[in-house]
């Protein structure tokens, strides 16, 4: 009889690159990741960082519980969301505690609804 696989864990800071040096940066900091082409731009309150990196392959690095892709090219942490808001088109917009606003994808609106969800 198989034994049950044990929970996944994942990291609670990521090491990326910052010029010569790697800085670890804290999952919580993180409030949006922006995809274009094979780059990222990882928004936290106090920096962005650049990485050549897929969005698919950086989002495997993360709890997909605390992390939602809302948008083809956008991922965000779910307790960076303050406010959600419905548009036309099964869309909607998004708020984060920052003051930062993105729009969510029409095919993502499962996806946005888990937000509204209690954790």
């Not at 800071?13 to 094979?38: C, F, H, K, S, T």
């Not at 920052?98 to 609106?109: I, L």
Request: glycine content about 4%; charged content about 30%.
């Amino acid at each position: 009889r198989p034994e049950p696989a044990a929970p996944r864990v994942y990291p609670e800071r990521l090491p990326r690159p910052l010029g010569q040096r790697r800085v670890l940066v804290p999952v919580e900091d993180i409030e949006l990741v922006v995809a274009q082409r094979n780059y990222l731009e990882v928004q936290t309150a106090e920096r962005s960082f650049v990485l050549r990196q897929p969005l698919a392959a950086f989002a495997a690095e993360l709890d997909p519980r605390r992390f939602v892709q809302v948008h083809r090219s956008l991922l965000v942490r779910a307790g960076a969301v303050r406010e959600i808001r419905p548009l036309e088109s099964a869309r909607f917009r998004l708020t984060l505690h920052s003051g930062k606003q993105v729009r969510s994808g029409r095919n993502y609106r499962e996806a946005v609804r888990t937000l509204l969800q209690p954790r």
